[in-house]
């Protein structure tokens, strides 16, 4: 089984500052990773995922990630937000070539990114 | 646009009241999944279709039923909703080959 640990449940930004937002995962076999976006009262958008090649993942809205396998980490981050980036962002990974009727996400709990003015 | 409809997108129910929610989707997806997030938390799974095939997870109540009478459209029946219950359910849909879940924007689910 897999599990995902987001490690901070709120981030707190001013807007324009740059941001990371952590994602551990634990898995005994290798894993795709994603990073979803939920703003309020919506559903779930995926903003990036890795799947194989390259370990820096761009996303849209300016985000990226990076793998690290070492560390089983893949951590978001963006350079310089904007209020509009406030939201609750989720990382969530299923389990490779788990595809077909096997292919289910596991998330983790979720971080609040708040940017303030 | 091609997308994942929900409807309605509030519900409000009286404790033990039946209450169904729906899905369509555009997308000719053959997978489907219903999700239950409580405030604050990750999206739980309930349970997924695989084309016409149901796949139950191991921790969800009977009280939890589904339907999926085409490709398009998928059904969540709450028979008896409890204090519990109260939640915003997703609906998401992907499709053989491809490994993004597409969500539709959820029923927020009130027990009265």
């Known amino acids: 089984a897999q599990s995902v640990t987001q490690l901070d449940s709120q981030v707190p930004v001013f807007e324009e500052a740059p941001v990371e937002l952590r994602c551990n995962y634990s898995s005994s076999v290798s894993v795709y990773l994603f990073w979803y976006v939920q703003y309020p009262n919506q559903g779930l958008q995926l903003l990036l995922k890795?799947?194989?090649?390259?370990?820096l993942v761009k996303g849209i809205n300016g985000f990226e990630a990076e793998f690290n396998k070492s560390q089983t980490s893949f951590h978001l981050r963006k350079p310089s937000v904007h209020i509009s980036d406030t939201a609750e962002y989720f990382c969530a990974v299923t389990r490779k070539n788990s595809g077909g009727s096997n292919y289910k996400l596991t998330f983790g709990k979720g971080t609040l990114l708040t940017v303030n003015p | 646009d091609a997308m994942v409809i929900q409807n309605p997108r509030y519900q409000v129910t009286q404790f033990g009241k039946p209450v169904t929610l729906s899905c369509s989707q555009t997308l000719n997806h053959n997978v489907m999944y219903w999700y239950q997030q409580k405030s604050s938390q990750a999206p739980k799974l309930l349970f997924h279709?695989?084309?016409?095939?149901?796949?139950n997870e191991a921790d969800t109540p009977d009280n939890f039923q589904s339907r999926r009478p085409n490709t398009s459209f998928c059904f969540l029946d709450i028979r008896s909703p409890g204090l519990g219950d109260a939640a915003m359910y997703l609906c998401?849909?992907?499709?053989?080959?491809?490994?993004?879940?597409?969500f539709g924007p959820g029923t927020r689910l009130t027990v009265l």
């Open positions: 279709y695989y084309d016409k095939d149901f796949n």
């Open positions: 890795y799947l194989s090649g390259s370990t």
């Open positions: 998401a849909t992907t499709t053989s080959g491809t490994l993004e879940q597409f």
